[in-house]
Nanobody, 135 residues
């Protein structure tokens, strides 16, 4: 059974930084789709960043390009999201998710965005960690 546990969220001022961690158990991170997603109050869940670990191609939503970076430590089976220059609109619960079908990253970030609910697209999810960006 695949389990994901996120940590690292918190309250930060605009312009600040946070690093989120997602420890994965029950599977290796080889040849999988894995990424970060977020859901702000009253809004649908959206993709933040995702990668197919077989080719390390990373996808980012436009609003975080140049500010957020997804990295993977295969030895620790952990995925990170480094978030710099945070803005109030980044406030959300951040979720880590993975799926054995690697193409789901490319599909989730295709343009235009698919109408599928992300919660149903990716198979395994963590419980999330709250990020609040406020003065």
């Amino acid at each position: 059974q695949v389990q994901l546990v996120e940590s690292g969220g918190g309250l930060v001022q605009p312009g600040g930084s946070l690093r989120l961690s997602c420890v994965v158990s029950g599977t290796t991170l080889d040849y999988r789709a894995i990424g970060w997603f977020r859901q702000a109050p009253g809004k649908e869940r959206e993709g933040v960043s995702c990668t197919d670990t077989s080719d390390d191609k990373e996808h980012y939503t436009e609003s975080v390009k140049g500010r957020f970076t997804l990295t993977i430590d295969h030895a620790k089976n952990t995925v990170y999201l480094q978030m710099n220059n945070l803005k109030p609109e980044d406030t959300a619960v951040y979720y880590c998710a993975t799926d054995r079908i690697r193409a789901k990253c490319r599909y989730a970030f295709s343009n235009p965005r698919p109408k599928d609910k992300l919660e149903e697209l990716m198979r395994d999810w963590g419980k999330g960690t709250l990020v609040t960006v406020s003065p």
